[in-house]
């Protein structure tokens, strides 16, 4: 199966470290102190969702102040697969595409494509009506599928019907990070 993906920069090695140093208290707490057995690649569905945001001067702005014209700007939204959520994408990382990925590796979008796009049209309001003021006409200009990569760090035997405890792990090194 052939699927658009963005870039792998984080390497299995890298991964496996990243994994066995997070939460170190924790899960000697919660795994008693358990070693990963196994780090796997996989694949969540997200979908990158365009906009385009017009802003008409209020009334102040056009008799007052004599601004008469609209701006107009585009922003993405990048909506997770498996529930839902959408975060402002500030700079888009590479995408290559992947060649022979197993059924198994990949995990597809659970909701449907008018709640993500609802739901990223409310976020780009409460963001650019924060920052801008004024209530903003917004319309969607396309959305694609795109696959994120993450290294799935596994603690101690995967065995069906039991407990496992993991750690994922973003392989392609890119973060959420709250600005607001």
């Given amino acids: 199966m052939d699927i658009k993906a963005f870039s792998i920069k984080i390497d299995k090695e890298e991964a496996t470290k990243l994994a066995e140093s997070r939460g170190k208290w924790l899960r000697r ?3 008693g102190g358990k070693t990963i057995s196994e780090v796997r690649l996989h694949f969540v569905e997200c979908k990158l969702i365009t906009y385009e945001i017009t802003h008409r001067p209020s009334f102040l702005d056009k008799f007052i102040f ?3 014209q609209e701006k107009k700007q585009k922003i ?13 994408v500030d700079s888009m990382p590479g995408m290559v595409m992947m ?15 008018e709640y993500i796009i609802n739901k990223g049209r409310g976020i780009a309001l409460k963001v650019v009506h924060r920052h801008a003021g004024g209530i903003p006409e917004i319309k969607m200009l396309n959305i694609d599928s795109v696959f994120r ?14 407990k496992v405890h993991y750690c994922p792990v973003a392989a392609d090194g890119c973060g959420i990070h709250r600005t607001i």
């Fill in 66 to 68: 004599r601004k008469s």
């Fill in 149 to 162: 990569p993450y290294w799935i760090a596994f603690f101690d035997e995967v065995i069906e019907g039991k």
């Fill in 29 to 31: 707490l919660l795994c």
């Fill in 99 to 113: 060649d022979n990925v197993a059924e198994s590796q990949v995990q597809y979008v659970e909701k449907d494509d």
């Fill in 76 to 88: 993405t939204m990048l909506a997770d697969g498996t529930n839902g959520s959408v975060a402002w």
